[in-house]
């Protein structure tokens, strides 16, 4: 199956399209950046932050753009479809995105202030919607040519709903509490994860992004570091914990900056004592008590 093939389910004439231009395929990595490479695979509201700014008229031809990321090797993650209603300027730009979040990645405080920047209103459109995280495309070789209007890239796989990301190793595992949330309400489409997560005891991390405060916390028992974890996403956010309680009071909304990592993996059979004697280890090596959100 070709991705054109599934754009014809959704009713667009494909044809049409090529002979026209009118649909715009974009990979975005930001290759001087890593910190903002990471940052838009996993805030698609700052993705579109990112591609409305562009430094040529890339969009000047295309009524949609499907905006894609990359997987591994010529592979591309499909993001979103986003319909663009034209150029803009750039104080519009900054009203559209306040406080310029690409720019702060890239250390300037204006935006406009390259010579011959281009920039876009993109609004998100229903197209493959569902498909959001999930659609697997073979973008070819030519994986520098971030922009491409050829629809006919084979779809190579198509992730179960729900689906984060492969699991690679407990000491990879960077997740947002809505990546955690996915994880945990979805064990069909992240099972990998599951028996990962249960299969251990653990000493973890939650870092709020918002200020770098953080939080070290330990988990043992019969389901593991999942059974500690699910307990954030069910009291959506602070697993009981009084400062991230009254943290989350504070800052509705919070949470959503959490990062959850893991420290050290510990033996499933590990009783409750020798947990929480490195998770206190853990607390002075990092000064979370000292000022962090421990107590």
Known sequence: MLLSDLLKLEGVDV??????????????????NKDLNAAI????????????????????ASGLILAFLPDWGQRAVFAGAFRNEGRITAQD???????????QFDGYEHVGADIGHYY????PAPLLHALQGRLVVDWGGST????????????????????VAPFVDYYDVL????????????????????????????????????????????AYGQDGL?????????????GGNDLLVKRLKERPGAERKFQFSILRVLDKNSTQ?????VERMMMQKLGSRAWGLNH
Request: with cysteine.
């Open 15 to 32: 044809a049409a399209v090529d002979r026209n231009a009118r649909i715009t395929l974009c990979r975005h990595v930001a290759h001087k």
């Open 41 to 60: 695979q996993r805030d698609y509201g700052l993705l579109n932050a990112y591609q409305c700014e562009q430094g040529d008229d890339v969009f000047k």
């Open 93 to 103: 730009y900054l009203k559209l995105f306040p406080g310029n979040p690409v720019g």
């Open 120 to 123: 876009y209103r993109l609004t």
């Open 144 to 163: 520098r040519t971030w922009c491409q209007f050829k629809l006919d890239k084979p779809v190579v796989e198509l992730y179960p709903p729900g689906y």
């Open 175 to 218: 997740l947002t509490f809505d990546e955690l949330k996915s994880v945990v309400n979805h064990p069909d489409g992240n099972r990998l994860w599951h028996v990962k997560l249960r299969s251990i005891a653990a000493v973890y991390l939650i870092t709020d992004l918002a200020d770098g405060q953080q939080y070290v916390g330990a």
């Open 226 to 238: 999942l059974g500690r974890w699910r307990a954030y996403v069910q009291s959506g956010g602070h």
């Open 273 to 277: 004592e020798q947990v929480v004697a």
